[in-house]
């Protein structure tokens, strides 16, 4: 896993989380949106190698057309009472909880994290619509981390892209409101030479 560290000599010795007073909303339309802060977190390349490290990752395998692939990333689900790897995680979630738990109604308790290798390496697209978020409104944070990958958006279904956010170093992304029921997202393959991204998803209960 080392060959893939790639801290910047420009970077921030240690990871610093900015305020969240640059946040952008887009809204999609049929009540789902999307927050954007760039940079919110200072010295995201220290965190991305610490975190390749540290998060035991694993490989996923799904069926598909009847058989079994290996997902092309790397994954893995810390629950609410888990520990999670590193203090800026938990800090990153804790300050998501506090700036929008009066608007969702609930504290993000879940960490989901991806590791994107290269740009083979990618998720098709879908809704986050296992459990509550079936049925009810639910936010989604994103905290990335390395090179920069498209968070591409939908609607539910198919049609052409409506939106897209190039997420990476640090940036932050909410999909909220209806998104995970009316919008499909994906982080389409690319054939540019990428290094890894590490893509951590704050989760409410019930939410997957
Ligand atoms: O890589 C990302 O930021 C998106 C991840 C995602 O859509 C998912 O794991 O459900």
Redesign the pocket.
Known sequence: MSALLQTSLWDADEPLLGNLTGIRRTDLGRGAWVDHRPGWLDGAAVLLDRLIEAVPWQEQEREMYGTVVTVP?L?RFYGRSDPLPDPVVEQARETLSEHYEAELGERFVTS?F?L?RDGADS?AW?G?RIGRSRTDDTM?A?L?LGSP?T?ALRQRGGGPTVARFD?GHGDL?VMGGSCQRTFE???PKTRSPVGP?I?I?FRVAGVL
Do not use: E
Request: proline residues 0%; hydrophobic residues 45%; contains cysteine.
């Open positions: 990333r994954v989901g991806c994107y998720v879908h986050d989604i994103i990335s990958r968070l997420l992304a997202h994906a982080v991204r893509s998803q």
